[in-house]
């Protein structure tokens, strides 16, 4: 089959959008290039999430097929390519793990797509793509408990009832800390990025002199 | 927008981090969309965490799929229908509404109208000539709000509270992973309709479909049982004045894999005569259904 083959030079400088605007037109073979851009960063995901390989396979393949299904949907002003098409790999990835844990009847993946995509992606900074790196280090100068919330619910894919039964706090506790885990991790990311563009390579966010 | 049964816009700001992080649970999930579309504040705060979601999936390390995925994942694509712009409708889809895209180009592989193709004995042509591959279907608990209920309590309950009651239940049921679940999506004449079909392992099971339009008199929405392309009508879909459409009391034939409503002439036909105008693909909560 052709979309095996070497893609053609030309599809492989088009940027991820343009990819998804022709698969929803019916290319399918723009298919391979993404699978190829993305296939790395999904299975570790997927990997990280579900700690079995089997499984994490299997939510990549499920995620290329929503994306492959769904790419009329994706709309480009209200979220980048590569956050849709991660957010659907995580969904994925979550709802196979939330399947394989005994489940109460509440624990289940609802849809087949977040809901978090469907308000615009209006924080243009993370279009850049942000190295690993920088996002580990931005996570760890955040204070632990709203870590450990964030890294439960997006990494663990348990729900606000489920993190609060794992580390014995009120459920009130955990949105809040969730929240403002993630405004914290914002400012540390936009710091670092900040000091960076200042060209100040060796930028320590950490400290008192804040940039804002 | 406030009230009784729905959610705050403070509450609805509580659940920003979770909701950036794909964390609600279904009910939730539910309530949230719910919110949103009808409140007129732009509630930011989910906006402004969403692209966190992005961030914590960079800060894992790529690592490459083991050989042979490209190969199965292709493959499935190869046999894969997509879901026809024309689908994408109202905010009450399941699925993330792509907003004002416009049809450029020739259109996705599915359903081109037939109308008056008869179906060849064994199964019409649209439906024998797009079987639906239905590999990496997601748990389809997709919470879809619609205001109904379940079994004849809805059907006698003609006011909205009992049925937002109801709808909660059902909600719940529908969350069961033993149940066989059902997205429906609306196009052509139904576009903007959305719903679900849950069919509980234990007990009878049902259809539920919003903002389905006002069809002539002297025709019906007729929901249909699709396996491997091959149709047997479930019975007429109970169409109330504010657009939702009810059945109960079902019980698939087997091997039931999509679920199809179509407008039919009363009293309903023996096999569909038109192209669907509603459609899912029915997944359980365990298995995934291979690549057709």
Redesign the interface.
């Given at each position: 089959m052709a979309a095996v083959e070497a893609s053609s030079p030309t599809l492989e400088a088009l940027a991820d959008e343009e990819l998804l605007s022709r698969a929803a037109d019916g290319a399918q073979e723009v298919m391979a290039i993404l699978f190829d851009r993305y296939q790395g960063s999904m299975y570790a995901l997927a990997l990280r999430i579900s700690r079995d390989p089997a499984l994490a396979q299997d939510a990549v393949q499920d995620a290329f097929l929503g994306i492959w299904r769904n790419a009329s949907r994706f709309d480009a002003e209200r979220a980048s390519a590569r956050s849709w098409m991660l957010a659907i790999a995580h969904h994925r990835a979550v709802d196979a793990v939330r399947r394989r844990r005994p489940v109460a009847s509440l624990d289940t993946a609802a849809s087949s797509l977040p809901l978090a995509l469907i308000v615009p992606d209006i924080w243009t900074e993370v279009r850049q793509r942000l190295d690993a790196a920088e996002v580990r280090e931005a996570l760890g100068r955040i204070p632990q408990v709203q870590r450990e919330a964030i890294e439960l619910a997006y990494f663990g894919g348990l729900t606000q009832r489920e993190i609060a039964g794992h580390t014995d706090t009120p459920i009130g506790t955990v949105k809040s800390r969730v929240r403002l885990g993630l405004l914290a991790l914002r400012a540390e990311l936009e710091a670092a990025r900040q000091a960076t563009i200042a060209g100040d390579p060796a930028a320590d966010v950490l400290g008192s002199d804040g940039q804002t | 927008m406030t009230g009784p049964h729905g959610m705050t816009c403070e509450e609805v700001d509580?659940?920003?981090?979770?909701?950036?992080?794909?964390?609600?649970?279904?009910?939730e999930?539910?309530e949230?969309?719910d919110h949103?579309q009808d409140c007129p504040k732009a509630?930011?705060?989910?906006?402004?965490?969403?692209?966190?979601?992005?961030?914590?999936?960079?800060?894992?390390?790529?690592?490459?799929?083991?050989a042979g995925?490209?190969?199965?994942?292709?493959?499935?694509?190869?046999t894969?229908?997509?879901?026809?712009?024309a689908a994408?409708g109202g905010e009450t889809g399941?699925?993330?509404?792509?907003?004002?895209?416009p049809a450029?180009?020739?259109?996705?592989?599915v359903a081109q109208p037939a109308q008056d193709e008869r179906p060849a004995d064994g199964g019409g042509s649209w439906f024998s000539r797009h079987r639906w591959a239905l590999?990496?279907?997601?748990?389809?608990?997709?919470?879809?709000l619609v205001a109904v209920g379940v079994g004849n309590q809805l059907q006698r309950a003609a006011d909205t509270e009992a049925r937002l009651t109801v709808l909660r239940w059902a909600i719940?049921a529908a969350?069961?992973?033993t149940s066989n679940v059902a997205?429906l999506d609306g196009s052509g004449v139904a576009e903007g309709a959305s719903g679900f079909a849950v069919f509980p392992a234990d007990r009878d099971g049902y259809i539920v479909v919003g903002k389905l339009p006002e069809i002539p008199d002297g025709q019906t929405y007729q929901a249909w049982y699709l396996s491997d392309g091959v149709p047997t009508s479930a019975g007429l879909i109970v169409l109330s004045d504010d657009g939702l459409g009810i059945l109960t009391d079902l019980d698939p034939a087997a091997g039931t894999d999509t679920i199809a409503l179509t407008v039919e002439a009363l009293p309903g036909a023996g096999q569909p005569t038109s192209t669907p105008v509603v459609v899912g693909e029915l997944a359980t909560?365990?298995a995934?259904m291979a690549p057709a």
């Open positions: - | 509580s659940l920003a981090g979770l909701a950036a992080l794909d964390a609600l649970e279904p009910t999930a539910v949230v969309r949103l509630h930011a705060a989910l906006a402004e965490l969403a692209p966190l979601a992005t961030a914590l999936a960079t800060a894992v390390p790529p690592e490459d799929a083991p995925l490209r190969e199965r994942t292709l493959a499935a694509i190869a894969t229908a997509q879901i026809p712009d994408i399941s699925e993330v509404s792509a907003g004002k895209r450029a180009g020739p259109q996705p592989v590999g990496g279907v997601a748990a389809a608990l997709a919470i879809v719940v969350s069961d992973p997205v909560a365990t995934m």
